[in-house]
Every structure is written in C-alpha cells, then in structure tokens.
C-alpha cells in the first residue's frame, strides 16, 4: 500500500513537472511570437507626419516634401538622429529639431528655425541701387548663420539692422547661405566695438561679397574693414589715424585695410 501511494506521488510529481515544463516552452514561444509581430508588423511604419513648427516662416509642405522618404520606415527601429540628419542636409535654416513618436505609426517632427539678425537689401553693383531677386512680395533678411531668407511671414522684424549686400557671385537662392557666417558675425562684431570702444553711431552696413570686405557708416563716415586683419588690428590703425588727424578733416572714407598706411578722405 505504501509502495503504490509512493509510486503514484512520483507520477504526480512527474506530471506537474512536465506541464510547467511545457508552459514554460509555450510562454517563451508566445513571447518571441508577440515580440516578432511587432518588430515585423506594417501597424508600426510610419504613415503619418505631422510637422510643428515655432516660426510662422517655416513651410511645412517643403518640410514634408524632405520627409517623404522615412513613409514606410518602421517607427521602432527609426532613429531621431537619421531624422535630424535628413532635416539638416536639406534645409539650411534649420537650428534643432525635437523629435517624437506616436504609437503605432505617427512621427512628429518640432522645428526651430535660426532666428533673423538682419534686413537685407540686395544692391546691383553697377548701378548701386536695390534689386529685388525674388518674385512677388515680401522682406528679405538674413538668419544668423547667413542664409538668405524671402518670406511674408516674418515677424517683429523693423527693429533688425539693414544690411547692403553687394557683389553677389550668382543670383540668390532663398534657403542657402549667401554671406559666410564667419563675414556676417565680423560686421556684428566691428559694430559693437566701434559702438563701445568710439561711441559712434552706426548707421549703414555694406558688405562686398567677392572681395570679403565690409564697409561701415559711422556718423557720417565710411570705415572699411576687410577679412585679412583682426578687428583690433583694423580699430589700432583707426586709433593712430585720431592721434594725428581729427575726425572733422574727414569728409567720405577712411580705409582701413592697408597694413603699411592709411587711406582716408
């Protein structure tokens, strides 16, 4: 009797060792079932985009046009650098992007575009009188990184400096860089000191694209400054020029480009 009761408790044990065996088995099986349905599902590609944008200037519909490729890409395994990356190789005045997901197929996009440091009035350099090189109406500016912008939707703009430019080398296309960053923040720079350390007024800034050079109307007077020289070399020379020659005897220009003298008149 108590062999067969032994007996039966080890057929029992048995039996429930092998169901948890095989509920173990069919678990693992329906895990790699559910994990594969998921990483395989077409619910999880991307078929909408929706595209948020903090300036009123940004156009959503040249945007999508740049994202039409990520359509089909499965959003799980869509990285938010390949995103930004697409976004920056193709869109010059892009300065970040937030990038979010929305189960099972939405993709959402926040863009910041660099903000506009200019009003930009594009001269003719033969006949020194301003052209418009866009179609239609609108203002054009610059964004801090220099790529020329021609919108209707900018806003808060009449209080940004007026910048001239000329001597482009080809016909301006909005969305690209037209002055080089490092140009465009020289002026800027030169203004300041010119503002703190001269107390000047600036009231004109030219800048000559082909030769890397800028001009700047400082009550009443042109200074010309170029890319070859620091601004401190160029403001030393200024400083030696007011050592000997007063400011009143200055009527159009004082050149400061020239390492070895002065030009002024």
């Given at each position: 009797m108590?062999?067969?009761?032994?007996?039966?408790?080890?057929?029992?044990?048995?039996?429930?060792?092998?169901?948890?065996?095989?509920?173990?088995?069919?678990?693992?099986l329906?895990?790699l079932?559910?994990?594969?349905?998921?990483?395989?599902?077409?619910?999880?590609?991307v078929?909408?985009?929706?595209?948020?944008r903090?300036s009123p200037?940004?156009?959503i519909?040249?945007?999508?046009r740049?994202?039409s490729?990520?359509?089909?890409?499965?959003?799980l395994?869509?990285?938010?650098?390949?995103?930004?990356s697409?976004?920056?190789e193709?869109?010059?005045?892009?300065?970040s992007?937030?990038?979010?997901?929305?189960?099972?197929?939405e993709?959402?996009?926040?863009?910041?575009l660099?903000?506009?440091v200019s009003?930009?009035?594009i001269?003719?350099?033969?006949?020194?009188e301003?052209?418009?090189?866009?179609?239609?109406?609108?203002?054009?500016?610059?964004?801090?990184?220099?790529?020329?912008?021609?919108?209707l939707?900018?806003?808060?703009?009449?209080?940004?400096?007026?910048?001239?430019l000329v001597?482009?080398?080809?016909?301006?296309?909005?969305?690209?860089?037209?002055?080089?960053?490092?140009l465009?923040?020289?002026v800027?720079?030169?203004?300041?000191?010119?503002?703190?350390?001269?107390?000047?007024?600036i009231?004109?800034?030219?800048?000559?694209?082909r030769?890397?050079?800028?001009?700047?109307?400082?009550d009443?007077?042109?200074?010309?400054?170029?890319?070859?020289s620091s601004i401190?070399?160029?403001l030393?020379?200024?400083?030696v020029?007011?050592?000997?020659?007063?400011?009143?005897d200055?009527?159009?220009?004082?050149?400061?480009?020239?390492?070895?003298r002065?030009?002024?008149?």
């Amino acid at each position: 009797m108590r062999r067969t009761m032994r007996r039966t408790h080890q057929l029992a044990k048995q039996w429930r060792s092998s169901v948890l065996r095989w509920m173990l088995v069919f678990g693992v099986l329906s895990a790699l079932l559910a994990v594969g349905l998921v990483l395989f599902s077409p619910l999880l590609e991307v078929r909408e985009i929706t595209v948020r944008r903090l300036s009123p200037r940004l156009d959503i519909e040249s945007v999508q046009r740049v994202m039409s490729p990520l359509f089909g890409s499965h959003l799980l395994f869509l990285t938010n650098a390949e995103v930004r990356s697409l976004l920056h190789e193709n869109i010059n005045d892009i300065e970040s992007v937030e990038v979010g997901k929305m189960y099972p197929s939405e993709l959402v996009v926040t863009i910041r575009l660099h903000p506009l440091v200019s009003r930009l009035e594009i001269v003719d350099p033969d006949s020194q009188e301003h052209s418009s090189t866009a179609t239609g109406s609108g203002m054009d500016f610059l964004t801090q990184e220099g790529v020329y912008v021609h919108t209707l939707g900018a806003v808060d703009t009449n209080a940004l400096p007026v910048i001239r430019l000329v001597d482009w080398a080809v016909r301006p296309t909005p969305g690209t860089v037209l002055v080089p960053p490092e140009l465009l923040r020289r002026v800027f720079d030169t203004e300041e000191a010119l503002k703190l350390q001269f107390g000047h007024t600036i009231e004109v800034r030219t800048i000559y694209l082909r030769g890397q050079e800028y001009h700047v109307l400082a009550d009443g007077i042109s200074l010309w400054f170029d890319m070859r020289s620091s601004i401190e070399r160029h403001l030393q020379r200024y400083r030696v020029l007011l050592q000997s020659v007063s400011r009143d005897d200055v009527r159009q220009y004082i050149d400061l480009r020239l390492t070895d003298r002065i030009v002024y008149q």
